[in-house]
Structures are given as structure tokens and as C-alpha cells.
């Protein structure tokens, strides 16, 4: 599944949030912001990274844990708030460009 495959409608029922409105421009401004997110990990425009196969789970995963975590809580750990899932990382991974 790709970026562009990945409907607003989508996020929310991945997000368990389609049964009320109040967060939908929150939702939609964090789709926004993943989507930046991953182009610029991988080096690739934001309409290139649309449409390559994969991505789309990477998105409905940091969108999922942008909206989860909206605050950081750095209690347990100095950076516990900006590790990502592993299989994002994998994901993203496969189409980072080296930057060297």
C-alpha cells in the first residue's frame, strides 16, 4: 500500500477515532506532518514517496504514534519520546538514500 492509497477515512478507522469529529483536523495535520516526516527521511519528494509500495503502513504508524503521544514524557528516559517501532524503521529503511 502506498501514501496515496491511505485515505483520511483509513487513518481514522486505524486510529479508532471514526466515532467522533473533535480531533479530524488534528488527525489531518498530523497526516500532514508524517507525510513530510517520511520524504524527508528517505530523500525523496512528497510526491515521490507517495508512491512507492510499503510506505503506506509506515504512515498509518507515525501517524498512529503522533496522535498516541502528543506529549513527551521523558521521565523513564532522556529520548524514550523519539524512538520509532522497529518495523517503521524497516519500512522507511528499505528507501533511505544515502545522503553521503
Known amino acids: 500500500m502506498t501514501i ?3 485515505t483520511f477515512e ?7 477515532a471514526d466515532d467522533y469529529e473533535e480531533d479530524d483536523q ?3 495535520d498530523i497526516m500532514t506532518a508524517a507525510k513530510s516526516t517520511i520524504a524527508a527521511q ?6 515521490e514517496a507517495s508512491l512507492l509500495p510499503a510506505l503506506g503502513i ?6 498512529n504514534d503522533l496522535y498516541e503521544n502528543r ?3 521523558l521521565e ?6 523519539m524512538q520509532m517501532n522497529p518495523v517503521y524503521n524497516s ?5 533511505r538514500q544515502n545522503f553521503l
Request: aromatic fraction near 12%; charged fraction near 25%; proline fraction near 0%.
Open 42 to 47: 528517505i530523500g525523496y519528494s512528497e510526491e
Open 10 to 16: 483509513k487513518v481514522k478507522a486505524y486510529l479508532r
Open 26 to 28: 488534528l488527525i489531518k
Open 91 to 95: 519500512i522507511v529503511g528499505m528507501y
Open 71 to 73: 506529549t513527551a514524557n
Open 4 to 6: 496515496s492509497e491511505v
Open 58 to 63: 509506515a504512515f498509518e504508524m507515525l501517524v
Open 76 to 81: 523513564h528516559s532522556k529520548y524514550a519520546a
